[in-house]
Antibody, heavy 121, light 112 residues
Framework: EVQLVESGGGLVQPGGSLRLSCAAS????????MNWVRQAPGKGLEYVAA????????YYANSVMGRFTISRDNSKNTLFLQMGSLRVEDTALYYC??????????????WGQGTLVTVSS | QSALTQPASVSGSPGQSLTISCTGT?????????VSWYQQHPAKAPKLMIY???KRPSGVSNRFSGSKSGNTASLTISGLQAEDEGDYYC????????????FGGGTKLTVL
């Protein structure tokens, strides 16, 4: 069974930083691209960042470009999202998701339960 | 404002069929056959229902089907059931985003 467990969320002040982690199990982690999707309270879904299976290609939404960094450690089956210069509008539930293929094409087949990030003073 | 336009809400009675539309442009829905649909129940993670416009992942009911015409993609649910109630999001590859993919704003489906 595929399991994705996010951690690292919490309350942070504007301008602060957080590092999200996603521990994966139940599949060959180094065979799939991975991505982060966020959902602000009561709002829709927004792709944040994606990374290919070997980490060689990364993709970011315009809204987080230059502030967030996605990475992965295939030896530890873990996906990361380093978030910096956080803004109030980054407040959301952040989901980790497994992509259908080893390259990024926007299809997320398995999702974690999310970790909540709240940016507030 | 989302790049893809979906109706805010739709409703139907059990047993009926209904369709949710997703309208984009030639830079996304109309230009590529990389449209997907997700179902999300309250307080739950989304679930992939359709990809590549009309393909169903293993385990997804064949009551769900997808199609596309021009710049508009559609998700059709036949034999509507109470468990189908929830939010539905379309997504498409786009040449207008650094992330290559965008979501629609979502449609709330109510089973009467």
């Amino acid at each position: 069974e595929v399991q994705l467990v996010e951690s690292g969320g919490g309350l942070v002040q504007p301008g602060g930083s957080l590092r999200l982690s996603c521990a994966a199990s139940g599949f060959n982690f180094n065979s799939n691209a991975m991505n982060w999707v966020r959902q602000a309270p009561g709002k829709g879904l927004e792709y944040v960042a994606a990374i290919s299976s070997n980490g060689g290609n990364t993709y970011y939404a315009n809204s987080v470009m230059g502030r967030f960094t996605i990475s992965r450690d295939n030896s530890k089956n873990t996906l990361f999202l380093q978030m910096g210069s956080l803004r109030v509008e980054d407040t959301a539930l952040y989901y980790c998701a497994r992509s259908l293929y080893d390259f990024w094409n926007g299809y997320s087949t398995d999702w974690g339960q999310g970790t909540l990030v709240t940016v507030s003073s | 404002q989302s790049a893809l336009t979906q109706p805010a809400s739709v409703s139907g009675s059990p047993g009926q069929s209904l369709t949710i539309s997703c309208t984009g442009t030639s830079s996304d829905v109309g230009g590529y056959d990389y449209v997907s649909w997700y179902q999300q129940h309250p307080a739950k993670a989304p679930k992939l229902m359709i990809y590549d416009v009309s393909k169903r992942p293993s385990g997804v009911s064949n009551r769900f089907s997808g199609s596309k015409s021009g710049n508009t993609a559609s998700l059709t649910i036949s034999g509507l059931q109470a468990e189908d109630e929830g939010d539905y999001y379309c997504s498409s590859y786009t040449s207008s985003s650094t992330l290559d993919v965008v979501f629609g704003g979502g449609t709330k489906l109510t089973v009467l």
